[in-house]
């Protein structure tokens, strides 16, 4: 799955969720959370905390990796600015 959005993200954590048969609260004991952040994660809230999110992943057995794409360029902070809300203009 390629993940480019925090409702991405939501969506890994809920299927995943779902094929553990996991309820929202039990994923939410697991990893020390409330059921209503993980709510929020799988609806795709933004301003999610990184760190409680890749402890959801991690506690429901997934793992993440990185790579750039051949024939594909990195791109500038500038450019990473420009898609973040709220970036200085």
């Known amino acids: 799955m390629l993940l480019k959005t925090p409702t991405d ?45 890749l402890t959801a992943i991690t506690a429901l057995g997934l793992r993440l990796e990185s790579r750039v794409l051949a024939g594909t360029s990195r791109p500038g902070i500038a450019d990473v600015l420009s898609r973040t809300k709220g970036a200085p203009r």
């Open 9 to 53: 993200f939501g969506a890994l954590i809920r299927d995943a969720r779902r094929k553990a048969k996991l309820s929202q609260a039990d994923l939410a004991r697991m990893i020390n959370a409330t059921q209503g952040w993980i709510s929020e994660i799988e609806n795709g809230k933004p301003t999610a905390e990184i760190g409680m999110v």
